[in-house]
């Protein structure tokens, strides 16, 4: 049979990561093709801070949860230790996890993964007065957009070809793909009327305060100061089932008086920027093999979304078992081919 037509939806970071590691693991032996409504600068990836500090996700065993974050750190961390690092917009960062509560302060799943996990030492806490406990650790940062450009320039060196198209309903690409890649985020609660998937807001600064090295972290997520090459965000807001893409400048300032309030020098903060992304929400990551008929035709689909509020953390993992099902159907489409020949 002539090399399977592969077509990857979505541009964010999980198409754009999916699509690399489909090319390579199957060389030559598939054209793959993406196709995105909109590519970066504007998807909810360029709004996150990029942070590999890992979600949990409800319905995802803790120890596939782990497998994806080490693949994702192992292979980020490689690249922050060559001269991809700058271009590439990835680096380590150090910093803390504070907690006021100390029955909040568990030992994550994932503290033998960064680097140097520890509690705070006495003197380190006093620097946060309003909180009793706290754990350091040194852990990578992807920044964006550099890490999405750096990723589509890694798609173009493969052969993959890149267009701009919405795509309306995955039988519209049946004639011209044997498989298609579902990576739209919160896209395709639409697309495939994934009624489990929902957006949970999230606003952020980036504001210039090149002296903020360190990264801290409110032991619930809620608030946070993530140091970047070129900026730092500050965070952040939940706001489950929000669709609104609009900035509030209610929120700009709580969030600017919260970040100050751990770290006051950045009231000397300057360019502040506000963003807004739609966390692609769900209690597990939608990874898997569909097979969809109409008419008695068919259509191999796989799906890799729902990453919510931690697709930098997992990415490389998730697209690593999403290259994996690709390959099955692949196999799929060969062994029907045989078949039909016989
Ligand atoms: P997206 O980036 O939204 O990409 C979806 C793509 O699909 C887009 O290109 C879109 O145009 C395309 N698309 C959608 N529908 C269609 C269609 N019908 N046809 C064609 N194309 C379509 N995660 C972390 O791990 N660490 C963090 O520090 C972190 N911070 C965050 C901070 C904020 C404020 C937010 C909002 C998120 C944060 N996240 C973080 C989560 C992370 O950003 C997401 O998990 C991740 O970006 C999801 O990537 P995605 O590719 O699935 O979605």
């Known amino acids: 049979m002539a090399a399977p037509r592969v077509a990857v939806v979505g541009a964010g970071l999980i198409g754009l990561s999916t699509a690399l590691r489909i090319a390579e693991v199957n060389p030559n032996c598939c054209s ?6 909109q590519f970066s600068p504007n998807t909810t990836s360029d709004v996150a801070a990029g942070m590999l500090i890992p979600h ?3 319905g995802t065993p803790i120890h596939v949860q782990k497998q994806w974050f080490k693949e994702t750190f192992t292979y980020l961390f490689a690249i922050s230790n060559s001269a991809e690092a700058s271009e590439a917009g990835i680096h380590l960062v150090s910093g803390w996890q504070i907690f006021k509560n100390p029955s909040e302060a568990e030992v994550p799943f994932w503290s033998d993964i960064v680097l140097g996990f520890r509690p705070m030492s006495a003197a380190e806490l006093q620097k946060f007065p309003q909180h009793s406990h706290g754990q350091a650790f040194t852990t990578l940062k992807c920044d964006c957009p550099p890490y999405l450009l750096w990723l589509e320039k890694r798609l173009k060196a493969n052969g993959v070809q890149i267009h701009t198209r919405k795509v309306a309903d995955l039988w519209e690409l049946h004639s011209e793909y044997d498989i298609v890649v579902n ?10 009327g994934d009624q489990q998937l929902f957006p949970i807001r999230g606003q952020v600064l980036k ?13 619930d997520g809620l608030t946070y100061i993530y140091p970047g090459i070129d900026s730092v965000t500050l ?11 609009s900035p509030d400048p209610g929120t700009t300032k709580d969030i600017f008086d919260r970040c100050c309030s751990l770290e006051p020098s950045l009231q000397r903060a300057q360019d502040i920027r506000v963003k807004v992304g739609l966390r692609p929400s769900r209690s597990c990551v939608r990874l898997q093999r569909e097979v969809l008929s109409q008419g008695g035709a068919k259509l ?9 509020a931690g697709g930098f953390s997992v990415h490389r993992g998730t697209a690593e078992e999403a290259a994996h099902l690709v390959q099955e159907c692949i196999a799929a489409l060969q062994g029907s081919s045989s078949r039909a020949k016989l």
């Open 32 to 37: 793959i093709t993406l196709l995105s409504e």
């Open 56 to 58: 949990t996700y409800p």
């Open 183 to 192: 990576c739209t985020g919160i896209g395709a609660r639409q697309l495939v």
């Open 207 to 219: 504001v210039h305060a090149p002296w903020v090295k360190n990264f801290i972290r409110d032991g």
């Open 235 to 245: 965070g952040g807001t939940r706001e489950k089932e929000s669709w609104r893409l």
């Open 300 to 308: 191999l689909v796989v799906h890799n979304y729902g990453h919510g």
